[in-house]
């Protein structure tokens, strides 16, 4: 056991703790055909190297193939299907768990960066908006129209904020 296994083995317990619907130890021992104190060895990080059922568990969670060895380097864990980008490489910040079975589950509809203020310190708020995969016409806008009036909070929020810091 080092920090290398120690941190994949943390990685694949938030992994499993955001997924949803949720899945429990005993659960995923169940799908990996293991016991649970195996699950639970495999999220404190105690084995020497990735053996087949850590992999194994890693794809369960939806990792792609890659995952364990990138975490095990220090990089990221990608969504299935997605390709790193420089930003994954640099900060080596995956999105979490849940974040990534969300943007996975249902279809994006809009998306936008809504600063926080007039500089780039100030920060901003990244939304994507997502609808059920196959929502028809009505329903698409339906919820846009629910998003523009949220939308128009947001900037007004971070508007307020900037009239009342001056």
């Known amino acids: 056991m080092d920090d290398k ?19 429990t130890q005993p659960e995923a021992a169940e799908l990996l055909g293991v016991g649970r104190s195996t699950v639970q060895n495999i ?12 992999r194994s568990y890693a794809t369960l969670l ?3 193939d890659d995952a364990v060895d990138r975490v095990l380097e220090g990089g990221p ?6 390709d790193a980008s420089p930003a994954d490489e640099a900060e080596g910040l995956p999105l979490p768990p849940a974040v990534e079975y969300e943007l ?39 919820i846009a129209a ?10 007004g929020l971070a508007t307020d904020d900037a009239v009342a810091d001056s």
């Open 43 to 54: 999220e404190a990080g105690k084995f020497a190297k990735p053996t087949s059922t850590v």
């Open 77 to 82: 864990v990608l969504a299935p299907g997605r």
């Open 104 to 142: 996975r589950s249902a279809e994006t509809l809009d998306s936008a960066v809504i600063p926080l203020g007039p500089d780039e310190e100030d920060g901003h708020v990244i939304v994507v908006l997502q609808g059920k995969k196959g929502v028809g016409p009505e329903e698409v806008a339906r």
């Open 5 to 23: 296994t120690q941190r994949l083995g943390s990685a694949l317990q938030a992994a499993r703790e955001g997924r949803r619907p949720k899945l």
């Open 62 to 64: 939806g990792w792609p």
């Open 146 to 155: 629910r998003y523009r009036k949220a939308r128009r909070y947001l900037q």
